[in-house]
């Protein structure tokens, strides 16, 4: 295989996992089951058996129970406010 084509193969392997896995970033993720979803995704994406890093951000902050979730998980949340 040519270093265009390997290149090639591996851009549409990514926009493909970037494309799944962003429909569920886009969404309001609030809470534990929110990020739950998100990360069983991202287990059984293009990603799988990798070490990604992974960023959390939510418009409406976190539930402590998702924050708790999320760093437990190695997820960076990148507004750690709780939702009231």
């Keep these: 295989m040519s270093i265009d084509n390997y290149i090639s ?5 990514y926009l493909r996992a970037s ?3 962003g429909r569920a ?6 809470g534990y089951s929110d990020i739950r979803i998100f ?3 991202v287990r059984r994406s293009e990603f ?3 070490d990604p890093e992974l960023f959390m ?3 409406s902050g976190l ?3 998702a924050r ?3 760093v437990k998980n190695k997820i960076h949340v990148l507004n750690p406010s709780l939702r009231v």
């Design 39 to 41: 990360l069983d995704k």
């Design 57 to 59: 951000l939510s418009r």
């Design 9 to 13: 193969d591996l851009k549409e392997k």
């Design 25 to 30: 970033v886009e969404t309001e993720a609030a």
């Design 48 to 50: 799988a058996g990798q």
């Design 68 to 70: 708790n979730f999320a």
């Design 19 to 21: 494309t799944e896995l």
């Design 63 to 65: 539930t402590e129970q």
